[in-house]
Each structure stands twice: as C-alpha cells, then as structure tokens.
C-alpha cells in the first residue's frame, strides 16, 4: 500500500486548508485512516483518523471542533479538511493506514503500517 499525502501550504492564523491522502488501491473503506503531524523538536501525534465503516471519526482535542477527516471511496481517498489554523498547528503532516488497528490503538503512531511521506503545513501569525 502506498499513500500520496499532499495539500500542504503556508496560510496565515485563522486561514484553512485541506489535505488529501490518496492511497494506492482501495483501501479507504476497509482499513483504518489517520492523519498525524509532527513539528520540530516534537513526536509525532495523532491528529484524526476514520474508522474502517466510515461511521466513527476520532480526533485529538487540540484540532477537535476545527478539523474534520473525510473519506472518498470511489477516488480512494481521505481528506483532512483543516479550519480557524492556529500558528501551534504548524507541523509536517502525515496520512497512515492500517487494517489491524482497533479503536483503542489508533491514536498511536506505532499502531499503523503504512505511512505517506508527509506534507508542511506552516501557520503565521
């Protein structure tokens, strides 16, 4: 499986962007989605991630109420869609996939198989 993430940019604070994470094949329905970012300095952290139904959706309390993950089936794709950026949300962004994963795992980094090469995000202020 390999994962395309792209969208990335430089915005200013309170601007918005949306991400996209294309995967190979089709995956997006039957396996465990999430975006994680990592700044300099810092681990990697979870971010938001779909559940394989499509049903749930799970994000951090830093970027809930502001970020929403979604899902394309029919383009294989999960997007990020990210508003009211904060200067903190600066970070290198990245798509992951895997189909082992439950729900208590998947706000772990180590949980995931497969991993996009990321994409900068910046956020002025």
């Known amino acids: 499986v390999q994962l395309q993430a792209s969208g990335g940019g430089t915005v200013q604070a309170g601007g918005s962007l949306r991400l996209s994470c294309a995967a190979s094949r089709r995956i997006v329905n039957t396996y465990v989605m999430g975006w994680f970012r990592q700044a300099p300095g810092k681990e990697r952290e979870f971010v938001a991630a779909h559940s394989r139904s499509g049903v749930n959706t799970y994000y951090s309390d830093s970027v809930k109420d502001r970020f929403t993950i979604s899902r394309d089936n029919a383009k294989n794709t999960v997007y990020l869609q990210m508003n009211s950026l904060r200067p903190g949300d600066t970070a290198l962004y990245y798509c992951?996939?895997?189909?082992?994963?439950?729900?208590?795992?998947?706000?772990?980094?180590?949980?995931?198989?497969?991993w996009g090469q990321g994409t900068q995000v910046t956020v002025s202020s």
């Open positions: 992951a996939a895997d189909s082992g994963i439950i729900t208590s795992t998947m706000r772990s980094a180590s949980a995931y198989d497969y």
